[in-house]
């Protein structure tokens, strides 16, 4: 079973930043769909999915698809997949479901049949009536959508934005594969200075300093398929050793640059900047962003300012928004990306960006909004 069929699930708007990952990670994408990059690969391909992809939610493993329209298509079908080639006798496999425009709309349900599908395709192949399921973790998901039953597993574990650098609790943080998503967005290069002037905890630089330095994303943590007998624990050394060697370590950048109004804030970002191993490529400054200015030629804005989303704060943020456009605006030669829920940014902001796209944060619908400056010349990237 060298050839296995991934997905790479995303939050809705980020499909094509985790396509282009994939594709730069060699792998050949078969099917682009709302939530999922559905693409082909060997073992290796689990471990370094993981490892490297910035955008994506979780890699999940495709077991089968197949239409089913009522409760005995579902069993049927699941049993005959080859559970017993992925899990070991003693995997644990709990069942997750949802259900879209489907005839089955009892998740619950969907949940149970799956599993005694599952649990009876194991007795056909270990020979036994029980499992303990102390073993290693296969959580399972059936997805239903109008009628068609996608089942997988979970190569990931906890969600790929746990990095592992972020160990501090912060109100209202924005989610590490967003912030990454936000900068691919918006072909920014190391070479060019980019500031967020409402950094927080420091995620969006965090992750910039993270590309340029070509630090895989999943070095600090673990993953769920470490444990499966499935991909020898051989793989997972040989794409960890592969990745450290990618890494670029060269002195620190000095163009990146954080500000917030927030002591405390700061001093968290530093702390999880430390965490990171960038903290040397980061400025970070308590500064509020009326102090804002700058004689760079030349950069990049990318910031996910306050949104405003209880009634009394939404005055506040309005006025903010009109402070950003007094101070972005005559910078013509910048280019600035922001993300926000707000839906009267741009009047407030006092120019149409070039470009929006919709995002979600935390499961906040917002749009992240792009105005586009002129590339620099050559030898001008951080003048």
């Not at 594709?23 to 050949?28: A, S």
């Not at 980061?282 to 500064?287: C, L, S």
Request: with cysteine.
């Amino acid at each position: 079973m060298e050839e296995l069929t991934l997905i790479a699930t995303t939050t809705f708007g980020m499909e094509s930043v985790v396509k282009r990952e994939v594709k730069e990670l060699g792998y050949e994408i078969t099917r682009v769909q709302n939530g999922r990059v559905e693409f082909k690969g060997d073992r290796a391909a689990v471990c370094r999915a993981n490892l490297w992809l910035r955008g994506a939610e979780r890699v999940r493993l495709k077991v089968g698809e197949f239409e089913a329209y009522d409760f005995d298509q579902l069993y049927e079908q699941t049993r005959q997949l080859p559970w017993a080639d992925l899990m070991p006798e003693n995997a644990e496999f709990p069942v997750d479901g949802k259900s879209v425009d489907s005839q089955l709309h009892n998740v619950p349900s969907c949940q149970s049949i799956v599993k005694k599908a599952v649990v009876d395709s194991m007795k056909e192949n270990y020979y036994r009536k029980w499992f303990p399921e102390n073993g290693p973790r296969f959580n399972i998901e059936v997805a239903l959508h109008k009628d068609k039953a996608l089942l997988t597993i979970d190569t990931s574990g906890t969600g790929l934005h746990k990095r592992g650098y972020r160990k501090l609790s912060t109100p209202a943080p924005l989610q590490e594969t967003i912030a990454a998503g936000m900068i691919r967005l918006s072909k920014w290069e190391p070479d060019r200075i980019l500031i967020d002037p409402f950094c927080g905890s420091g995620t969006i630089l965090i992750e910039a300093a993270m590309m340029a330095h070509r630090i895989a994303p999943g070095l600090l943590r673990s993953f769920d398929a470490e444990d499966w007998p499935l991909i020898p624990d051989q793989l997972w050394e040989e794409e960890r050793d592969r990745a450290r060697k990618k890494r670029v370590s060269e002195p620190g950048l000095r163009l990146l640059m954080g500000l917030d109004i927030d002591e405390e804030m700061i001093s968290i970002a530093r702390f999880h900047a430390r965490e990171a191993g960038v903290l040397d490529d980061i400025h970070f400054q308590d500064k509020p962003f009326s102090d804002f200015s700058t004689g760079r030629k030349y950069g990049y804005v990318i910031t996910n300012p306050p949104y405003g989303e209880r009634m009394d704060d939404q005055k506040t943020a309005e006025k903010l928004y009109g402070l950003m456009g007094e101070k972005l605006r005559p910078l013509d030669t910048w280019s600035y990306y922001i993300l926000t829920s707000h839906s009267d940014f741009e009047d407030h902001f006092g120019k149409k960006a070039s470009k929006r796209r919709k995002l979600y944060n935390g499961g906040i619908e917002c749009q992240y909004y792009q105005y586009y400056g002129p590339w620099p010349p050559s030898n001008g990237g951080s003048s």
